[in-house]
């Protein structure tokens, strides 16, 4: 089984602060994805990087994928109270399904 | 494009009842995938159905269940409930495979069992 660690695990930060969430693996993954879950929703798919090392960026949102493809970071620079939810980052495998990390769990206070 | 839908949204059993979820994909999309979600053991894979084959199994009993009707829509089936099968099902559909194995997942069906 492919495990993906995320930390941290919870964060809570002010209205306008920048934050960065980890998803590490031991494991190299053919793609990694990045979701958005609220809650009584379903994740919602945030970005796929599939080259190590590839950056990718979605407004204030910044994803990379390790050279190594085992780890991933997202970035968040002036978070806003929308940005408030349940990070999951996700790795491919040859097969069609996911892997998911653990979660970060992201409280953005007015 | 409309996106999954599931159904029932929320459902309460009890031990030992059996259950049937219902997902259907968006349009084009011929894969659906299962999953399990809850606090402590967050996004758990169950199967993956594609052209009314299952192609992946994950790691769980065979009281969980599947099918994929020539339509691409899905059931999931658990018999013989658990009070720790509690969750939310979730459905993803994909379009494109490997290497970039992008899902789309449905709202979930919130199961709790008493």
């Known amino acids: 089984t492919q495990l993906l660690e995320q930390s941290p695990q919870f964060l809570s930060i002010q209205e306008g602060e920048n934050l960065t969430v980890y998803c590490n693996s031991s494991?190299?993954?053919?793609?990694l994805q990045w979701y958005r879950q609220e809650p009584g929703e379903g994740p919602v798919l945030l970005v796929t990087?599939?080259?190590?090392?590839e950056v990718k960026k979605l407004k204030r949102l910044t994803f990379q994928f390790g050279d190594a493809r085992k780890d991933s970071s997202l970035h968040i620079t002036a978070a806003q109270p929308g940005d408030t939810g349940l990070y999951l980052c996700?790795?491919?495998?040859?097969?069609?399904?996911?892997?998911f990390g653990t979660g970060t769990r992201l409280t953005v206070i007015p | 494009k409309a996106g999954v839908t599931q159904t029932p949204r929320y459902l309460i059993k009890t031990r030992g009842q059996q259950v049937t979820l219902s997902c259907s994909p968006i349009?084009?999309?011929?894969?659906v995938s299962w999953y399990q979600q809850t606090p402590g053991q967050g996004l758990q894979f169950l199967f993956e159905?594609?052209?009314?084959?299952?192609?992946n199994k994950g790691n769980f009993p065979g009281r969980f269940s599947g099918r994929q009707f020539s339509n691409s829509r899905s059931e999931m089936n658990v018999s013989t409930l658990e009070l720790g099968d509690s969750a939310l099902y979730l459905c993803?559909?994909?379009?494109?495979?490997?290497?970039?194995?992008?899902?789309?997942f449905g709202p979930g069906t919130r199961l709790t069992v008493l």
């Open positions: 990087v599939v080259t190590g090392g």
């Open positions: 494991s190299v993954f053919s793609s």
């Open positions: 159905y594609f052209s009314e084959t299952q192609r």
């Open positions: 996700a790795g491919g495998t040859g097969a069609n399904n996911l892997f």
């Open positions: 349009s084009g999309h011929r894969s």
């Open positions: 993803a559909s994909s379009l494109a495979g490997p290497p970039y194995n992008e899902q789309f």
